[in-house]
């Protein structure tokens, strides 16, 4: 079944740490997005893409990196984990017929 | 950039009860989106209907692109359909407030 997965579901870390939080789609969408959520709030972008090696910042991009090597994975970078980076992080992918599908997403804790 | 407004920021009903929440957007869309963001986190695609009328059992949408808002009723509301509802148009795929729902046994 075509799907978009996230990984991992939660993860808590210490700050300071590099982490990197995956995103896979099988459904063969060029466009792929990161947005960060906290709870019940709205949504920000992150970063996007249209295609293998196309990458694009969003709102909140200057502390994270993304890459796009292959066109069903797109993993998304901070650096230096932050108390304030604790939030939901939610990857997307979208066609022009059916629109935008999203992940489980992923529930981030800097401690 | 493109600006997207929904109303009422928050909704509580009945059990039963019916509902309509608004989006409206400030220019030309080709795509737009209704979410339902559950308990969990998890978005939920509800419609994707850049212009006209869905309907999805008790859900339905509509979107008038001219005069650029959409609506999403819910009618007979259920205690399952309590969350954050989201509009989203293109362009960067820039998303509303949402409209929290709470729907009361």
């Known amino acids: 079944e075509a799907d978009i997965y996230q990984t991992p579901r939660y993860l808590v870390i210490g700050t300071g740490k590099k982490i990197t939080l995956e995103c896979s789609q099988t459904?063969?969408?060029?466009?792929m997005y990161w947005y960060q959520q906290d709870p019940g709030m709205e949504l920000h972008l992150i970063h996007y893409?249209?295609?293998?090696?196309?990458?694009e910042k969003g709102d909140l991009s200057s502390e994270s990196t993304v890459s796009r090597i292959r066109t069903e994975h797109f993993p998304l970078t901070l650096e230096s984990a932050r108390p304030s980076h604790t939030s939901q992080y939610l990857c997307?992918?979208?066609?022009?017929?059916?629109?935008?599908?999203f992940g489980s997403g992923t529930r981030l804790t800097v401690v | 950039g493109i600006q997207v407004e929904q109303s009422p920021p928050d909704l509580i009903l009945q059990e039963g009860a019916n509902s309509t929440l608004r989006c409206n957007f400030s220019?030309?869309?080709?795509?737009l989106q209704w979410f339902h963001q559950n308990p969990w986190g998890q978005l939920i695609n509800l419609f994707y209907?850049?212009?006209g009328t869905k309907q999805n059992g008790r859900l339905s949408a509509t979107t008038v692109a001219t005069e650029r808002y959409s609506l999403l009723y819910i009618s007979s509301s259920q205690t399952t359909d309590s969350g954050v509802y989201f509009c989203?148009?293109?362009?960067?795929?820039?998303f509303g407030a949402g409209t929290r729902l709470t729907v009361k046994p």
């Open positions: 997307a992918s979208s066609d022009r017929n059916y629109g935008y599908t």
């Open positions: 893409s249209y295609g293998v090696n196309s990458t």
């Open positions: 209907i850049p212009s």
């Open positions: 989203a148009v293109a362009i960067g795929m820039r």
């Open positions: 220019d030309s869309v080709n795509n």
């Open positions: 459904m063969g969408h060029d466009k």
